[in-house]
């Protein structure tokens, strides 16, 4: 791999020159003068534009302002614009840009930036919408209204197929955060069946913190039926975890995968209620039960009593799988996980 | 000349005064140089390199503008020698015509005998005619072809009294003036004005006839004691220390701003002992010249001497009993006016119009210092580029001056050149001169012209504040030339560095594992034109956007497969994978990426959004 140095000695030589020739003009050098002063009113009209450029330019000059000097007129101006922008209600411009215009994403990217720092609620469904797409601060700031956060990113989700790895990223990031209930109902909307997104799921395990994703990331890195690049992130995020991920004890993955079998089985009807909840011979003995029953008696020091439940959980989900109650995916965290537990009892 | 009485004339102190009297400030080159006010410059002796030379003064010119000639006219000891009056270089066809017409009083004309008579001669046709009959406009010359005709106008010294009161002569022509020398005309005419043309160039340079108290080339001269020659004018002498042929006395000339040579001529030098010595300002002598004369009274012999050094002072001085009359001339110095110095404050002289970046520096070299204060600074656009820059409507005159350029300049030039164009069509650049007035405002030196522009630098800045641009105007620092991290698509050959982007893009660079990313890049750095042009060029007062690759903060890569019309939708999915993993690793080092949702303003763009990935960082 080539090596780039950046500040390179001949770089860093070059900027002493020229800032020891420039010291003639320390005094006018004006750094960062802003290139335009206009007022706060203008700038909020400008909002309202059909033409991009201006838009753009208003966001900017704003994002130049302390938050605090922002009227609250014109932050509910910049909520309500994003929000038209993320739902494709704000007016197109009159003018047809080149096929290498870039302005309008390069001007959501500032938006959503100078909304996110507004801190307001209101901006949520707009930032879902449109605003995780663009950073990490706004994946944050989304996740960090835990449930509340939900239904917007369930409509993202629903309505905008490209956003849905960001999507992915920022459930994972209220599942690290959030209280058990919410994390319950995020895990169910990540191994959701109907979509997979491998890369994104690696991505998410990683920014959430996810490291009883280790086995199933594993397993995707080897797997031949993703594209290579995916195989790539799913590698690459199992190493990062990897660490984490061996210093868990068998209760502490239990718990864990406790968790995500709550998630996969909320709200479950059907064959995957029957997967989850069903019971025989008229013993409390469904997948969650024994599943939740082994932690039990491994924090008992019942290490074959516990190992014998897992393993009908893992040939249970097998079954699930192979009758296409479960997704693959699913089958796959869940089996190659648990017997990764299995392993660590002692 | 050995002292003998001549007779005086009839002239008092009090007439030599007021025809001495001359403007206060007069000119510095042949062009405008002074004139003896009392006495014509004889013909034959110095031609028209002595005579004050003006432009064309269209149809009708001042020759004459008082009863000064008329006294040399008197001058009845040198008869035999006219008065020039004027010359005139006229260009016409056959047929146009010379008129002369005199205006003055009624008393005045009477007083004019009918001999004194101005002579007109043109080549080989010569026409007197009586002065007093110029009242009523007179036909003087006719042209008999086209060619370029040289009209020279004397008068005779049959001029018994002087008339008092005003007078005017003037000449009027349905030909063209090409050139015009006026010597009783000092200060400008009615209808004279300064000619730059031919003898205007190294006039200072030269040596320049100074035979009376005045100011030449910005040095003031003055004679103690003076007097116009009354003898030996044919010959050439101009002055003398005492009015008469009486014994002469010495001369001090004394120079307010040291000259660099004096040559006099001394006219009928007798006896031994005439010389001329020369002195610095300190009053230290810088040498001696001698006009030891022929040692014969009344045999007229003439002997030059010069004296080359820093000279404020000479003095002319006569040997005992002897009567002797001088011309001189002087080198006043090399050069008087320049334009050493038109800059801005930034590095080679640059400026934008950005508040202390838009005061230019001026300097010029003024000989003698005196003159700083005279000096008035022409600033306007530079002819020789292709903008037109809106020049400054003030600027500070004298030495060291200044102004500021104007902020208000047109955002034209971005959209009338083809993209990317060149310096020269989008660099500011003023042309400043340097011209040394007198009194009357009029121009007496023009100094060359020096150009002060902006250097590539500064014109990319001044794209930052001319299009307001939102962020900021970048320092001049951070700026340098483009290489393997830093490609250049943009329109110069500096691109804009900013180290916490390359800092972080280094770590996108290491952990990306596909491929080497920076092969990768197609696009970095855009000056604002640059951007304007990538996005829709609209109307040219629009705003140009607020992306961060104007300040080497953004960078595009491209995905792979590279979509094109033939891919199908596995390419696609790959090409999305891509896009979702350099995104996901960019965001992850704390990069702003664009949305994959598509521009509103282009739904159907081909391969919106997965074509490449744009990274950002806010910086400042």
């Excluded at chain 2, 009624?106 to 010569?126: K, Q, R, Y």
């Amino acid at each position: 791999m080539p090596v780039i140095n950046f500040t390179s000695p001949a770089r860093r030589a070059l900027t002493g020159i020229l800032s020891a020739g420039f010291a003639v003009i320390a005094c006018c050098a004006l750094a960062a003068a802003p290139a335009s002063a206009q007022s706060v009113d203008s700038l909020t009209a400008a909002l309202a534009s059909t033409d991009v450029l201006a838009r753009g330019s208003a966001v900017e000059a704003l994002s130049q302002m302390p938050v605090t000097a922002i009227p609250f007129a014109t932050r509910d101006a910049l909520i309500a614009l994003l929000e038209r922008e993320a739902t494709g209600a704000q007016p197109v411009d009159s003018v047809r840009p080149n096929e290498a215009d870039e302005a309008w994403g390069e001007y959501i990217i500032g938006l959503a930036d100078l909304v996110r720092t507004l801190g307001d609620s209101r901006a949520l469904r707009g930032l879902a919408l449109l605003g995780i797409q663009t950073s990490r601060a706004t994946q944050e700031f989304v996740a960090g209204f835990g449930a509340q956060a939900l239904p917007q990113l369930d409509e993202a989700w629903t309505t905008k197929p490209d956003a849905r790895p960001s999507v992915v990223t920022t459930w994972a990031l209220i599942a690290n955060t959030a209280d058990s209930t919410t994390r319950i109902a995020v895990l169910h909307r990540l191994f959701a069946p109907d979509d997979t997104f491998p890369i994104a799921l690696a991505d998410a395990a990683v920014a959430g913190k996810l490291v009883v994703m280790v086995p199933f990331l594993d397993s995707l890195g080897q797997s031949d039926t993703v594209l290579p690049i995916a195989q790539g992130a799913a590698s690459e995020a199992a190493e990062k975890l990897r660490p984490a991920f061996t210093a868990l004890s068998a209760d502490q993955l239990l718990a864990q995968y406790n968790a995500i079998l709550d998630g996969i089985c909320l709200n479950s009807t059907g064959a995957l209620n029957g997967y989850c909840e069903s019971s025989t011979n008229g013993l409390d003995n469904s997948t969650k039960h024994l599943l939740k029953d082994s932690g039990s008696h491994v924090h008992q020091g019942a290490a074959d009593q516990a190992r014998q439940e897992i393993q009908t959980v893992i040939d249970r989900t097998l079954n699930a799988v192979a009758n296409e109650v479960l997704t693959p995916a699913q089958g796959i965290l869940l089996v190659s996980g648990l017997r990764q537990v299995i392993a660590r009892i002692s | 000349m050995a002292h003998r009485s001549l007779g005086s004339h009839a002239r008092s102190t009090a007439q030599l005064l007021t025809l001495l009297a001359a403007g206060s400030w007069m000119a510095c080159t042949a062009r405008d140089l002074p004139t003896a006010t009392h006495q014509s410059p004889p013909s034959g002796t110095g031609g028209a390199s002595q005579l004050a030379l003006y432009e064309d003064c269209a149809s009708s010119c001042v020759l004459i503008a008082s009863n000064a000639p008329l006294w040399s006219a008197a001058a009845t000891d040198s008869a035999a020698v006219s008065v020039d009056v004027a010359t005139a270089r006229i260009v016409g066809v056959a047929g146009d015509s010379v008129m002369l017409s005199l205006d003055a009083d009624t008393a005045f004309v009477n007083a004019l005998p009918s001999n004194e008579l101005l002579t007109v001669t043109a080549g080989t046709i010569v026409t007197s005619v009586p002065l007093r009959d110029l009242v009523e406009r007179r036909v003087v010359l006719r042209l008999a072809s086209g060619d370029t005709t040289t009209v020279h106008y004397t008068l005779n010294r049959e001029l018994a009294r002087v008339p008092a009161g005003a007078v005017t002569l003037t000449q009027q022509t349905s030909a063209r003036v090409e050139a015009l020398t006026a010597p009783w005309i000092s200060g400008g005419g009615a209808s004279a004005h300064p000619l730059a043309a031919e003898n205007a160039a190294d006039s200072c340079s030269d040596a320049v006839p100074v035979n009376a108290a005045g100011t030449y080339c910005g040095v003031a001269v003055a004679f103690s004691p003076y007097a116009p020659a009354d003898a030996f004018l044919g010959a050439g002498a101009q002055f003398q220390s005492n009015a008469g042929h009486g014994v002469s006395q010495p001369i001090t000339i004394t120079f307010d701003s040291p000259v660099h040579a004096v040559t006099v001529t001394a006219y009928d030098p007798t006896f031994n002992g005439n010389q001329m010595e020369a002195f610095d300002t300190a009053g230290t002598s810088l040498g001696v010249v001698g006009f030891p004369g022929n040692g014969i009274p009344g045999v007229l012999t003439t002997q030059t001497g010069t004296l080359t050094s820093a000279i404020a002072r000479v003095v002319l001085t006569p040997a005992p009993l002897d009567y002797v009359a001088y011309s001189m001339n002087v080198t006043i110095g090399t050069s008087i006016l320049s334009v050493s110095s038109a800059a801005g404050p930034n590095p080679g002289g640059s400026f934008t119009i950005l508040g202390a970046e838009s005061r230019i520096a001026l300097q010029a070299d003024v000989t003698p210092a005196a003159l700083e204060p005279r000096v008035k600074w022409l600033v306007d656009d530079d002819p020789d580029d292709l903008v037109q820059t809106a020049p400054p409507a003030n600027v500070t005159d004298g030495t060291p001056g200044t102004f500021d350029v104007p902020s208000a300049q047109s955002r034209a030039r971005y959209t009338v050149y083809s993209h990317p164009g060149n310096l020269n069509q989008k660099s500011l650049s003023l042309r400043v001169r340097a011209q040394v007035t007198d009194d009357n405002g009029r121009t007496v030196e023009s100094s060359n012209a020096v150009v002060v522009h902006q250097d590539e630098i500064d014109t990319m800045r001044e794209e930052y504040i001319e299009l307001h641009v939102p962020q900021r105007v970048p320092a001049r620092s951070e700026f340098g030339p483009p290489d393997a991290a830093h490609p250049n698509a943009a329109d110069y050959t500096e691109v804009l560095f900013n180290t916490s982007f390359d800092t972080k893009f280094s770590q996108l660079v290491t952990a990306w594992t596909m491929r080497p990313l920076l092969g990768t890049i197609t696009g970095g750095y855009r000056n604002p034109v640059h951007n304007w042009r990538h996005i829709t060029v609209r109307s040219g007062s629009g705003p140009v956007g607020a992306s961060w690759h104007m300040y080497g903060c953004a960078i595009d890569m491209q995905t792979f497969p590279v979509l094109n019309a033939s891919s199908n939708h596995a390419d696609t999915l790959a090409a999305r994978a891509y896009w979702d993993r350099l995104s996901a690793q960019a965001i992850t080092l704390g990069f702003r990426v664009e949305p994959r949702d598509r521009d509103p303003n282009m739904p159907n763009r081909p391969y919106s959004g997965v074509g490449h990935v744009h990274v950002e960082i806010r910086c400042r």
